[in-house]
């Protein structure tokens, strides 16, 4: 008996040598990483399998995920993964599951991770957690076994770096309704940056695709992703303003406009807790769907001191072409990745699960993107027909009506006794230059709408809201300059009764449309689509300072002639032509006497006023289309 029982004993003990360990590493393994499998391992390179982390940078306490997948149609039956400090070699952290595996190894039985079965496997992935005193770069390293005589050791992530700030790691966040935003571990930073930063993701250009905006290594925002057939891991990081709740996204969109666009989002609560969803862009709105968590897995991020983080990987599938979107239904079919689209960025408040509109239009990528690439991308969607708009819009109320109402309300003395084509000087600039004004405004006008589709509500930078106001003041204007000219036609006689209401009337509509046209202008050059420096709307305010002191000027100078000319007439004593006075025998006329006001001072301010409304119109023309 006792001898049969040894036979099964050493029977059991061989099948499992030969077998392999299916329910994961023996716990002898954690200090050689070894299989005991009676074969060498490969020598070659592990170009089948690769460790990747959801973060290029960790902070103590805090907690990344980190994804082991088979590449190029392989799998794999076994594993046995931790992380090692870069310069001790020593095993830090700990593991905790997220999809398939245990956890085993050091004194806290957590410090590695293997599998549980021999089944195959092309991706498993686990959330580690650094311990609160760490305080150097960590690589993940694993043995990946393809079969049992097959496995690799050292297979290796790229080094995460140490960030500068400490972290704690707030509980998970869970939603009984399965079709709440997929969630995970949410980092809050006890002691945060000094300025928040933003830095250059490592991996871009190598490993990674990104969507950045940087100088050096201080960012505004970067978008990254590692694309696999199979799924894409994304992280986006921005820099945001304001308090609250807060969303952070990216679109996937067939053009550079809004509209029937995917979105992947994330939304931070005002707990800090950071979820992802599913959603879509119907026009300029954003609509959640029945399968918002569909797809979506390893989520990870955080919102602090004005910095958004969000990782997180999305499964995709080739989507069927007969399964179309359910647009009542707020269902949508999987995001197809493998097609190239424009990337969208975006932020903006949120209230619970609803996206708030966003306070700045969202930033696109000027080319469509492939994201099976590991490009850099720095550059923008430009918005040229935006750009002729704000150029013609600049032309007709600073240049053309800024010059021509000035003709108009101080010109009409001068050259009084001369014409062009039968008319007075004045009234053929001012004619011309105000049609002109017309026909700018309403082409301007019609491009716009084309650009936008129609009428539009715009997003207005944070703080900034009365910019909101653009579109509408641009309909007002408009109409006020086709109804100056419609008011023309009808215009009463010289002496007709009703000539001063009409003049009155002429006078009014024209600089309600001239004042309401260039604050329109003033706020039009702070709009993101422009792309004008901020500074360009400080240049139409020195605009609109400048032209009310001409006015002002030319307003003292007409009441100074005029009370010249008064003084002058009662004193004035007039003369025959010998010298005598209008009792003597030989009284001759006086000549018709030229206006006071037209003098030379007064031609010498026109020339003035309309070479710096030029040079305002040549400055803001080109803050507007260099840049």
């Known amino acids: 008996m006792m001898l049969l029982r040894c036979l099964v004993l050493f029977l059991t003990l061989l099948i499992g040598q030969i077998s392999g360990y299916g329910s994961g590493a023996p716990s002898f393994t954690c200090s050689t990483k070894m299989p005991s499998h009676g074969a060498p391992a490969q020598t070659s390179p592990a170009t089948d399998y690769q460790i990747t982390t959801s973060s290029s940078t960790y902070t103590p306490g805090g907690s990344i995920t980190v994804t082991i997948t088979a590449l190029n149609g392989k799998v794999f039956v076994g594993y046995l993964m931790v992380a090692k400090d870069e310069g001790t070699g020593a095993d830090l952290g700990s593991f905790s599951i997220i999809s398939g595996g245990k956890v085993m190894c050091g004194t806290t039985r957590n410090q590695g991770v293997t599998h549980t079965n021999k089944a195959s496997k092309t991706t498993e992935s686990f959330t580690w957690t650094a311990p609160s005193n760490a305080n150097g770069n960590i690589k993940f390293e694993a043995t990946i076994v393809q079969s049992y005589s097959k496995y690799w050791l050292n297979v290796h992530s790229d080094v995460v770096t140490l960030a500068s700030a400490a972290v704690t790691t707030k509980p998970t966040t869970t939603f009984p309704d399965t079709t709440k935003a997929a969630t995970t571990t949410s980092v809050a930073t006890d002691k945060p940056p000094a ?109 602090n001191d004005g910095v958004f983080r969000c990782s997180f990987r999305y499964s995709q599938v080739r989507p069927d072409p007969d399964n179309r979107v359910k647009r009542q239904g707020t269902s949508r079919p999987m995001i197809d990745l493998h097609q190239h689209r424009h990337l969208m960025l975006g932020d903006g408040p949120a209230f619970g699960d609803i996206l708030a509109m966003h306070k700045e239009n969202p930033l696109v990528t000027a080319e469509m993107v492939n994201l099976q690439s590991t490009d850099i991308i720095g550059d923008v969607a430009r918005y040229p027909l935006v750009k002729v708009h704000g150029c013609l819009m600049i032309l007709a109320w600073i240049f053309c009506t800024g010059v021509g109402l000035v003709f108009a309300r101080f010109y009409k003395p001068v050259w009084s006794n001369r014409t062009i084509l039968g008319l007075k000087v004045w009234f053929q600039f001012h004619r011309g230059l105000m049609v002109t004004t017309l026909v700018l405004t309403l082409v301007g006008f019609i491009i716009i709408f084309v650009e936008a589709n129609g009428y539009s509500k715009i997003s207005a930078p944070i703080g900034k809201g009365y910019v909101a106001s653009h579109p509408i003041l641009g309909i007002i204007v408009t109409v006020l300059t086709v109804t100056n000219p419609i008011m023309a036609l009808f215009r009463p006689g010289p002496k007709d009764k009703n000539r001063p209401i009409f003049n009155w009337a002429h006078w009014a509509v024209g600089m309600a449309a001239h004042i309401l046209g260039v604050i329109t202008i003033c706020f039009g050059v702070e709009l993101q689509k422009v792309g004008a420096p901020k500074y360009t709307v400080y240049v139409v305010i020195g605009y609109i300072v400048y032209h009310v002191l001409m006015e002002i000027t030319l307003k003292i100078y007409d009441l100074f002639a005029e009370r010249q000319n008064s003084a002058r007439i009662e004193h004035m004593e007039m003369k025959n ?51």
């Open 577 to 627: 032509g010998n010298g005598a006075t209008q009792n003597g025998n030989s009284f001759r006329p006086e000549e018709p006497k030229r206006d006071p006001k037209d003098s030379i001072i007064k031609k010498l301010l026109l020339a003035f006023h309309v070479a710096i409304a030029f040079a305002f119109t040549l400055t803001l023309l080109l803050l507007v289309t260099q840049y």
């Open 195 to 303: 300025t928040g930063a933003v830095t250059m993701d490592h991996r871009c250009g190598d490993t990674r695709g990104c969507f950045v905006n940087c100088e050096g290594n201080d960012c505004q925002y970067v978008v990254s992703w590692h694309y696999r057939p199979e799924y894409v891991d994304f992280s986006i990081t921005r820099k945001v303003t304001g308090g609250g709740s807060k969303w952070l996204a990216i679109g996937f969109s067939t053009d550079p406009k809004m509209g029937d666009d995917d979105v992947l989002h994330c939304l931070s609560d005002s707990a800090g807790h950071v979820t992802v969803a599913r959603s879509y862009n119907q026009g300029t709105s954003n609509q959640p769907i029945a399968n918002s968590q569909e797809g979506i897995s390893s989520v990870i991020g955080s919102y």
